[in-house]
């Protein structure tokens, strides 16, 4: 039943740091284009124009 005094305040530290991990990555801009790095996988930009195939 002690362990219960550990536990507790440790889950609910370990939900706050999650908490404040994901209201840092919403307010520095981490999700605002969601489409744009799906579009950039499917670019062949980064090849250069001998390795291009035609």
């Known amino acids: 039943m002690t ?3 550990v536990l507790i305040p440790l889950a609910l ?5 999650g908490l404040v991990a994901f209201l840092w990555s919403m307010r520095s801009g981490q999700f605002d284009d969601l489409e744009g790095a799906a579009v950039r996988v499917l670019s062949d930009d980064d090849l250069a124009p001998r390795d291009r195939r035609p």
């Open 3 to 5: 362990i219960l005094v």
């Open 13 to 17: 530290a370990l939900g706050g740091l």
